[in-house]
């Protein structure tokens, strides 16, 4: 057992003796565990000379690629934060997380230079380095001329691996602080719970800014010196082709919907796979049931949440049942409480806590906002609401934050809100999710006319689209936009966005 806690450390001891070994393959490209060490320390060496101290972010807005995984490496062995960002977010997007995450190095695909220096913070910004797609760009033409010997930083636990950002009911992103210890803490019971060794192969498609792609499909690679076949990102005709030669797949609820929509996908090209593994988003029942009729597997579906990695899973070995995320890990606890904090009985339904070494430690410089959502005796509060069954299965039933999943991605209405409701002619909006049989859900935002406004200020769904393209990353874009005279609200004059979902279902 290493005494540095960095996360690298401990990957090091999971990684095979033989550094030969393979770690992934990507198109024709076959990359090694030595590969990885040596190209992650060039990185980190390179990071350093760039000004980049123990401590500082890296907000990395590129490409997924096999550089993009030495460069989260290299953060993590240099003792470096690795902030990772959607490439959809746009210039005004960006400008709040620059500000906000204040990193001593930014990295983006070189065609997005001019928009990041654009929005740079006036100061703390020791270089911009570019890496694009293919794997070029100025920060490996630096790593080439790099040492590739670099130390292990010395962390410890509680210090902060990576920085992620999710927005909240105010529209203010959040960034969650995320350590070294609740990253090494959730890998190793998903390793042990999923079964994985050094004789599996992931099939990852999943993107690699958020906690999904990165922290639960990677860690569990890293963790127990597997491999992976690493693709760009999601193709049903390739995971097809690509199951022949992998024994695991984690994906969002839409990776399954179009494999089954894909003619060529049955029991044959899952001849070698051990497990199909759904989360991100709610797994309809229907997609479970018709996954196992199709081809003799049970999709396992598990709950997280960026704030805390993994918090609950079906099963390996054991009942898989459709509707419920499985029971709480072993190292989690969970509870159910109304909303005066009093737990409740097995069946009902309330509000979900979780409690364990994987949940974060709070919100970057938010400290008013850590200590609303925890209670007193360490809970955190997630916001969703669910019940336990006497088996101790967890099934969630809604999000009290009215958060929308589209295609696997969180998608907070209150942000999407603020920026329809300063549009001239706009006297307030709703932003709901419909169901939608490939995204999961889809974004519909309900719009309430300015009563000074004449119909021809009014704006038309085109043009709020439009203007909302120019603001927001294109995931979060209404896919409808619907005119009514008024918003349904209760007696508190909250909105019942509930209403508005039932009345709009069927949009989609």
């Known amino acids: 057992m290493t005494d540095n806690a960095n996360l690298y450390a401990h990957y090091q001891q999971k990684f095979p003796a033989d550094r030969d070994a393979l770690l992934l393959t990507a198109a024709e490209r076959r990359v090694t565990y030595a590969d990885a060490e040596e190209a992650s320390a ?30 989260y490496l290299a953060c993590l062995r240099a003792g470096l934060v690795y902030h990772p960002l959607n490439t959809a977010y746009t210039a005004a997007e960006l400008a709040y997380f620059l500000s906000n995450a204040e990193p001593g190095i930014v990295i983006c695909a070189g065609d997005a230079v001019d928009t990041i220096e654009s929005v740079l913070p006036a100061k703390g910004v020791q270089a911009v380095l570019t890496l694009d797609a293919d794997g070029s760009g100025s920060l490996m033409a630096l790593a080439v001329k790099a040492s590739a010997e670099a130390e292990v930083a010395q962390c410890d ?12 009911t105010t529209g203010r992103p959040k960034g969650i602080m995320l350590s070294h210890d609740n990253l090494r803490s959730n890998a190793e019971t998903l390793v042990e719970l999923w079964g994985f060794s050094t004789s599996d192969r992931l099939l990852h498609m999943l993107p690699i800014y958020h906690v999904h792609g990165l922290f639960v499909a990677v860690n569990c690679v890293l963790m127990s010196g597997a491999s992976m076949a690493w693709h760009s990102r999601f193709s049903d005709k390739a995971a097809v082709v690509a199951m022949a030669d992998c024994t695991v797949m984690m994906g969002v609820p839409t990776y399954y919907t179009r494999l ?56 390996l070995h054991g009942e898989r049942r459709a509707g419920t995320v499985g029971p709480a890990l072993p190292d989690v606890t969970v509870r159910i409480v109304d909303d005066s904090g009093t737990p409740l009985a097995d069946g009902e339904i309330g509000n979900l806590q979780v409690k364990g070494p994987n949940v974060f430690g709070g919100y970057w410089r938010m400290p008013d906002k850590t200590a609303e959502d925890f209670t007193a005796d360490g809970f955190f509060n997630t916001g969703d609401k669910a019940c336990v069954d006497a088996d101790g299965y967890i099934s969630i039933v809604g999000r009290a934050k009215d958060m929308v999943i589209c295609g696997g991605l969180n998608v907070y209405p209150k942000e999407i809100e603020l920026v329809i409701d300063d549009m001239p002619g706009v006297g307030e909006s709703a932003v709901i999710g419909v169901p939608h049989a490939d995204f999961g859900e889809a974004v519909v935002a309900v719009i309430v006319a ?30 409808r936009v619907e005119l009514v005279d008024t918003l349904p609200r209760n007696a508190m004059g909250k909105v019942q966005k509930n209403l508005l979902r039932e009345r709009f279902s069927g949009a989609h």
């Open 260 to 315: 089954l929509s894909n003619p060529d996908f049955g029991p044959e090209c899952c001849a070698n796979m051990r497990l199909f593994i759904s989360g991100s988003a709610p797994l309809l029942a229907e997609t479970f049931v018709e996954f196992q009729t199709r081809t003799g597997h049970t999709i396992l579906e598990r709950y997280g949440m960026s704030e805390t990695g993994m918090n609950a899973s079906n099963p």
């Open 157 to 168: 636990g509680a210090d902060m691996a990576a920085l992620l950002y999710s927005s909240g």
């Open 450 to 479: 300015d009563r000074a406004a004449s119909a021809a200020g009014v704006p038309s769904a085109d043009a709020v689209i439009a203007h909302c393209k120019t603001q927001l990353a294109n995931f979060k874009v209404p896919k």
């Open 42 to 71: 060039r990185i980190a060496n390179s990071l350093l000379q760039a000004g980049a101290v123990p401590g500082d972010r890296v907000t990395v807005q590129v490409e997924k690629s096999v550089e993009n995984l030495f460069l």
